[in-house]
C-alpha cells in the first residue's frame, strides 16, 4: 500500500524557528514613522511586549522556541505532512502532490502557531488583555483560544462582512471566551467616523487593525496582535516549513514547486521560508505565493511604503499594496482581502526570488471542491487559492509529462465557510473584475516618502 501519511513525533516538533532575514541578500527595509525617519523598537512598546519586538528585527538565522510554546503547540502538532494520491489519480497527472494539513489546529488554519507564542510572550510580559482583528475569522478564533490558554482577554474587531457571512466564527470565538464586535464599530473613535460617512460600511482588514491598535495604544494593560505581516509572525509560521523538510526526508522526496494562498503572507513565509533557506543555498526549488485576481498586491500592487492600516496608525512599511484605503470587493476568501502584503515577503518577490500569481473566484472553488472530492477534506477558500494554482500546475504536468513534486499548503478547513459553498453551488459566486479604478485612485493617496 502506498504510504499517504508522513507523520514526525512530539519530540520532532522544532526547538527554534528560522529567520529569513539571515539568508536574504539585502537587509530588510526598515519601517518608517510619521516624519519619514526609521523607527527604533522603542516607537513600538505601546503595542508589543519587547520579547515580540526584538524578534521583529531580528537578524538571527535561528530563534529558540520557549519550552511552555512547544507544549501548548503539541495540542495539534506536528501536523500531517499528506501526499494526495487520490487527487492525483482524479486529476490524471504524473506530478506527485503532497499538502501539509493545517486545519488539524483546534481553531481549523495555521493561525495558532503564532496565537500561542503571541499570547505566551505578552503574559510573560504582564499584559491582561490584548486587542486584535480578524478576517475570516480564524485569525480571532485562534487568538481567542491561545488567550484562553495563557489567561490573555482578547478583544476582536472582526471585519463586517465576514462577521455577518459566518456567525458561527463568532460564537466559536466566544466560546473561548473573546469578545466579538463587527467593524467598523462603535467602539473606537475610527470606527464611528467610518460609520458616521458611511452606515452600511463592508469593512476591510485595514480598518479593523486601525481599531484594534487604537484600543491597544490608549490603554496600558492593553497590548495589540497582528495575525500576519510583521516579521515575528512569519516566524512563528516557519514551524510549518521547518516540520515539512523533515516530512519530505522521511518520504524521500523534496518539492520542485512550494505553493501557499497569500493575504498577509504568513502562511506563505511560513511554508516557504524555510524551503528559502535550501535555495540560497544553490538548490532548485521554486516558491509560489498564490493571491486573489480581486485583491492582487504582488501582482497588480506598488512596491512603496505605505501604512498597514486604513486611519495610517501603524508606522509605514515598505511592501507591495494596492493603497491603505483600497477597499476589496466582497471575495469570500475573507483572509485574502488585505491591501498590503508582509515586508519580507514583498522584499524577495521584488528582488525576483519567490513569485507570484492571481486567480479568479470561481477557479478556486472548482479547485477547492476536487480537492473535498478526492481528499476527503473541505478546504478554506483562502486554501483553495494554493489548491487551484497547484492543480493548474498538476493539468500542465500532465500535458508535458513532467513527474514534477509539488507542495502546497492546506492553510485551514471550510466547516464555518459552507454558506459559499452553497453559493457556489447554487452558480451564485461572481468572479470580480481587477478593480483599475478603485486601485489607482488608492495608490494616488500611498504617502510621499523621501
Ligand atoms: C485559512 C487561511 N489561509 C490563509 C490566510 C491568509 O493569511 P496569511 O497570508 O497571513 O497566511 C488566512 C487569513 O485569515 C486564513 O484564514
Given at each position: 500500500m502506498p504510504q499517504t501519511k508522513f507523520l514526525l513525533d512530539e519530540?520532532?516538533?522544532?526547538t527554534h524557528w528560522y529567520n529569513v532575514v539571515a539568508d536574504m541578500p539585502n537587509p530588510p527595509t526598515p519601517p518608517l514613522g510619521p516624519d519619514g525617519k526609521p523607527i527604533g523598537?522603542?516607537?513600538?512598546?505601546a503595542i508589543f511586549p519587547m520579547s515580540l519586538i526584538e524578534q521583529e528585527v531580528s537578524a538571527e538565522r535561528w530563534i529558540a522556541i520557549p519550552e511552555p510554546v512547544r507544549e501548548a503547540l503539541n495540542m495539534y502538532r506536528p501536523s500531517p505532512l499528506i501526499r494526495a494520491h487520490r487527487l492525483e489519480a482524479a486529476l490524471g497527472t504524473p506530478a506527485r502532490i503532497y499538502y501539509k494539513n493545517e486545519s488539524v489546529s483546534p481553531a481549523g488554519s495555521h493561525k495558532v502557531n503564532t496565537a500561542i507564542p503571541q499570547a505566551y510572550f505578552n503574559q510573560q510580559a504582564g499584559i491582561k488583555r490584548i486587542a486584535t482583528e480578524t478576517g475570516a475569522g480564524q485569525w480571532g478564533s485562534a487568538m481567542s483560544l491561545a488567550g484562553q490558554m495563557f489567561g490573555i482577554e482578547v478583544r476582536i474587531f472582526m471585519v463586517r462582512v465576514s462577521y455577518d457571512q459566518k456567525p458561527f466564527r463568532r460564537s466559536m470565538m466566544e466560546t473561548w471566551g473573546g469578545q466579538v464586535f463587527a467593524s467598523?464599530?462603535?467602539?473606537?473613535q475610527t470606527g464611528r467616523a467610518i460609520l458616521a460617512k458611511d452606515p452600511n460600511n463592508q469593512g476591510s482588514l485595514g480598518m479593523a487593525i486601525s481599531e484594534a491598535v487604537e484600543e491597544a495604544a490608549s490603554r496600558p494593560d492593553t497590548n495589540y496582535a497582528l495575525g500576519s505581516v510583521l516579521n515575528h509572525v512569519l516566524l512563528h509560521q516557519t514551524i510549518i516549513g521547518l516540520e515539512a523538510k523533515k516530512q519530505f526526508a522521511k518520504a524521500g522526496d523534496y518539492p520542485d514547486m512550494v505553493f501557499a494562498p497569500c493575504g498577509g503572507g504568513s502562511n506563505f513565509g511560513g511554508v516557504a521560508f524555510p524551503f528559502f533557506a535550501d535555495k540560497a543555498a544553490g538548490k532548485n526549488v521554486r516558491l509560489v505565493a498564490v493571491e486573489p485576481t480581486s485583491c492582487?498586491?504582488?501582482?497588480?500592487?506598488t512596491y512603496a511604503y505605505d501604512f498597514g492600516d486604513t486611519a495610517g496608525f501603524t508606522p509605514l512599511m515598505k511592501m507591495y499594496t494596492l493603497g491603505h484605503d483600497f477597499m476589496p470587493p466582497g471575495?469570500?476568501?475573507?483572509?485574502?482581502?488585505?491591501h498590503g502584503d508582509s515586508p519580507l515577503v514583498s522584499q524577495l518577490y521584488h528582488e525576483g526570488l519567490i513569485e507570484a500569481v492571481a486567480v479568479p473566484q470561481l477557479a478556486t472553488f472548482e479547485a477547492g471542491v476536487t480537492f473535498a472530492r478526492a481528499e476527503g477534506i473541505i478546504p478554506a477558500p483562502e486554501s483553495n487559492h494554493a489548491i487551484r494554482a497547484c492543480i493548474d500546475e498538476a493539468l500542465r504536468c500532465k500535458q508535458t509529462g513532467e513527474k514534477k513534486t509539488l507542495f502546497f499548503n492546506l492553510?485551514?478547513?471550510g466547516h464555518f465557510d459552507m454558506a459559499s459553498y452553497d453559493r457556489y453551488f447554487a452558480g451564485q459566486l461572481e468572479d470580480f473584475n481587477y478593480p483599475e479604478e478603485a486601485i489607482q485612485a488608492s495608490l494616488a493617496k500611498l504617502p510621499q516618502v523621501a
Open positions: 519530540s520532532e516538533i522544532p523598537p522603542e516607537a513600538l512598546t467598523p464599530s462603535m467602539e473606537t492582487p498586491t504582488l501582482t497588480k500592487g471575495i469570500h476568501a475573507g483572509g485574502l482581502r488585505y492553510s485551514g478547513h
